[in-house]
Every structure is written in C-alpha cells, then in structure tokens.
C-alpha cells in the first residue's frame, strides 16, 4: 500500500511530545512490513533538517494559500519525508503551533488547513509528486481537514481516491477557529453544521476529521473507551459515540532503537535485564548533573514532560515535601503553565539537594532521568496513551501512574505480577499511596528487581501496533466503493 503519514512533528527534527515520536516511529514500522510510506510535514523555520533532497516539486498558488514546494528528504533508516516548504506559513521560530511557550499563530487555520489540503491532493490522481496515496492517515487536529478534503474528491471522481484515518493523540487540542475561516478554507456551506465542522459556534478542524474519515483510532484501547463518554470527551464524545463502529484503539509501541538502555549512547552507562549493574552509575551521574546529593540510600523518582493540568504535575508539586521526608529525592525535567513551573521551583527552593527542576525541552536529560531514576511519576488526570511509562519500564525505572487511558493498558501493578505502581484513584492521597507501596517494595532488594524485570520483559515495539494499523487499511481498501 502507498500511505501517506501525515503530522504536525516528527523526531528528532522538530518534537513537542508524544506525536514526535509516534510519527518518527510507527511510519518506519509500516515501512519494514513492505509498505511504501511517506511522511509529510510543514518544512518549519527552527528545524534542522538532515538528509539529503532528492525530489522537488512546485506547487502553484491555490485557495487561500501562496505557492509552495514539495521538498523530498531521504534519511537512512527511515520512511521518505515530504517536507511542505512555504516560508510564509512555516519559516517562523518557536513550535510548530506557535510561539515558544506564547499563543498560538493566529493563522494556524490557514497553515494546517494546506498541509491538510496538499495531503487530500497526493491521495488523489492529480497528486502534485508523481506519487499518489491508497491511504491518507493524518494525526490530530492539524490534519482534520484532509478527509473532509478527500470526500469532496471523492464526489464524481473517475480515478480513485485514498482512504482516510484520523488518529487521535489528544483530545484537548482541537483547532477551533471562527465559522468564517471556512469561507477561504474552501468548507462548503453543507459542512459548516452541527453534522460537519461545527462545534459550539466556531469550526473545529479535529471534529472535521472524526466527522469525515473513513476510520478513525486513538492511542490506547481504553482512552477510545474513555472519550465516548462526557467526562472525557471534551465535547466530542457525542460525535464518538455515533462514530463507535469505526473508532479503534490501538495502543502505541515504543521506538526500541531510540529507548533501550543496552544501546542508549546518552546515558552514563548501559544495561539490560540480564545484568542491572549498570543503572548505580546512571543514578550517580544523573544526581551529580541536576546538583542532587550524591546518595544511593534516597529512593530517586523522576518526571519529564508538559507541565500541564493533563499531566497532574500539581499533585508532584505537592507530593515533594513527603517524597523528602520519606528519605526520597525528586529530579522533574520539563516546560509548561507558568503556575507549575512556579509550585516545581518553589519545591526545589524548599529541598535544595534533595528535589531538581530543570526547565526547558532537553532530549539527552530525558534518556539520563528515564536511566537514571528509581521510579518513574506520571499521575495523570488524562492520558491518551502516554510514552514515558513504557520507556521507563523498558529502562528497569518503574513507573508510578493514575489509572487512567494508556497507562491503564500499559502498567500492571506490581502487586499483580507487573512492572509498576497503578493509582487505586486519581487523587493526592492515592497518589502518596502509591509513592510509599513503591518506596517499601524499593527498600527490599528482591522484590525490587522483581519488578524492574517486569517492566523489562514486557513488549512495547512497534511490530505489532503497526500490523494492526496495516490490517485497518487494508479492511478500508477492501471496503471501498
Ligand atoms: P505527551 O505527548 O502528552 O506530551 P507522551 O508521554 O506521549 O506525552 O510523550 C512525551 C514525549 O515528549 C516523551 O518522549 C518525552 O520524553 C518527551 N518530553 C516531554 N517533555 C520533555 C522535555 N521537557 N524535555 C525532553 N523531552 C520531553
Ligand atoms: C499525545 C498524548 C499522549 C500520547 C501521545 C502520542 O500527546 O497526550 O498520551 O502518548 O500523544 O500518541
């Protein structure tokens, strides 16, 4: 099949979070089951993008957009990149959303509604590469207008057309716009309503996608469970429901060539299931590094990510004291809302030597927490699928989580034979629970190991996620009219 992967971020040339990976991995996974896949992506101003071009094509002015190119990157070991090159709507700093911890571009309609509209035209015969695709499968929000885009093309098409999935990462993000940039999207006046883009008086361009794809998927079993109902549907859960047959939950894999602490290069010291050892030196250079006192005898938790609302980072905030207390240490590596930032650093001010912050986006410190932590804390209100409970799994780093989405279908309670700490709740109390079953269980060598083997032993590569996904198109291409 020719799949057409399409994304906002993709690692390592530009990553926000989870999506980054995702995209950098499952296309790659496809592509090794004998798949002929393409990733696209706005060519952004702050990328570094290296490989080497080997196609390039124009395209001419079009709608609302200005006239762009179609850069062809190749990067050994991995899928071919279509890089979507218009310096009017991509060139900029900050992310690819907006800018660095600011707003949002006002003109994301604009931006993401032409990655969305070049990637319907290469699903269709008068792709502008010479390549067309059988599957157009974009990833939230940023790709929604693409299978509104390819229905219309569909309507009286004499050649065929690709397919559409919609893969939700993130309910959250919704790429809300006022009604009347549908008028230059080229949204027709039949998909402006409640059935189409329509969400609480604005055009919602994930709703676009969840109305008008051919299947959509989530990250995990349970978050597609999960969003069907109002607690955790952000308004779209209706839409979801009616939408239940073609809805599916595929749980992510982990990059194994990237997140292996046998062959990690930005870790201290390597190590394996079969032999620990070498997690003591991660522990002692990654205290050395974030100015923690240098003991073993301090059970050392570790976070990385957004500091969101999503990602219950309040409740570590307020764990700190007691995590010291309890004769334990806190290193957290991330950036976010101005208020966790300001609780994270007032906890590091509180317990200097014993509690770490490190705000920013650091790749190498993400690998040294992930080795070099006791436990893993990721006390989620929501959570999609999530990454770092499985990379600190693989990484022997058990993993302390709310009993929630992904985390629910990737973390088994120790107390049931598993690799890490399952929440009874999502509250402050199960939490310091949870921080103090794993602070015993650490305190006993044995059980221990027990547990970090558990984590080890378990399987999160990309092989079967990504036959489960080939097996989704294949079903739409056997489907299709
Ligand atoms: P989400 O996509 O919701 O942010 P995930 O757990 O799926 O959560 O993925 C987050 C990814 O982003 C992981 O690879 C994580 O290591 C990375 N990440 C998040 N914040 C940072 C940061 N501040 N520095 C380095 N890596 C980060
Ligand atoms: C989103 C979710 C996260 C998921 C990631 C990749 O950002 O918040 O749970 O792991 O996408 O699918």
């Known amino acids: ?230 607690d955790n549907g952000f308004g779209l859960d209706g839409v979801l429901l009616s939408r239940r047959q073609d809805l599916h939950g595929i749980l992510n894999g982990i990059d194994t060539q990237v997140w292996n602490p046998a062959t990690d290069k930005l870790i201290a010291a390597r190590y394996s299931a079969a032999d620990l050892s070498g997690k ?53 590596l991330g950036a976010g809302d101005t208020a966790l930032q300001d609780a994270l650093r007032d906890a590091a001010a509180a317990h200097p030597g014993q509690v770490s912050v490190t705000l920013g986006f650091d790749e190498t410190l993400a690998h040294q927490i992930e080795a070099g932590a006791d436990a893993f804390l990721m006390p989620s209100r929501f959570e999609p699928c999530g990454l770092n409970q499985m990379y600190s799994q693989a990484y022997g780093t058990p993993p302390i989580v709310a009993p929630v989405g992904g985390l629910r279908d990737s973390v088994t309670d120790a107390a049931d034979g598993g690799g890490g700490f399952v929440m009874a709740s999502h509250d402050q109390a199960a939490f310091g629970d949870a921080i103090v079953r794993a602070t015993n269980a650490w305190r006993d060598t044995g059980t221990w190991r027990a547990v970090q083997r558990a984590g080890m032993a378990r399987e999160f590569a990309w092989d079967a996620p990504a036959r489960r996904y080939a097996s989704l198109y294949e079903n739409l291409l056997n489907a299709a009219p």
């Not at 999503?310 to 309890?326: E, F, H, S």
Request: with cysteine; aromatic share 8%.
């Open 1 to 230: 099949m020719n799949i057409l992967f399409v994304t906002p971020e993709c690692a390592p040339l530009v990553k926000t979070g989870g999506l980054g990976d995702v995209s950098a991995a499952l296309p790659r996974a496809l592509a090794a089951l004998g798949h002929d896949v393409r990733v696209l992506m706005p060519a952004y101003g702050h990328m570094q993008a290296r490989g080497e071009l080997t196609g390039h094509f124009v395209l001419p002015a079009f709608g609302p957009w200005p006239a762009a190119q179609l850069l062809q990157l190749e990067r050994p070991g991995t899928a071919p990149m279509w890089l979507l090159s218009c310096p009017e709507l991509y060139a900029r700093g900050g992310s690819p959303y907006g800018e660095a911890a600011g707003p949002d571009h006002a003109d994301n309609a604009r931006r993401f509604g032409m990655l969305s509209r070049v990637a319907a035209w290469m699903g269709t015969a008068a792709t502008p590469c010479g390549w067309q695709a059988d599957i157009v499968h974009g990833n939230d929000w940023p790709c929604g207008l693409a299978p509104l885009f390819l229905r219309h093309a569909r309507v009286g098409a004499t050649t065929p057309v690709a397919r559409s999935i919609m893969t939700v990462h993130n309910l959250a993000f919704q790429g809300l716009f006022p009604m009347d940039a549908c008028d230059s999207l080229g949204i027709p006046a039949q998909d402006r309503g409640i059935d189409g883009v329509e969400f609480w008086g604005q055009a919602s361009m994930l709703k676009a996608g969840l109305q008008f794809a051919d299947a959509i998927t989530t990250v995990s079993p349970t978050y597609a469970h999960e969003i069907q109902q109002a």
């Open 280 to 332: 003591a030196a991660n522990k002692t250079a990654l205290q050395a590094h974030c100015e923690l006192q240098p003991t073993r005898n301090r059970m050392l938790f570790g976070l990385v990510g957004r500091l969101t609302d999503q990602k219950g980072v309040d409740l570590v905030a307020r764990a700190a004291p007691a995590i010291v207390q309890g004769s334990g240490q806190l290193v957290v």
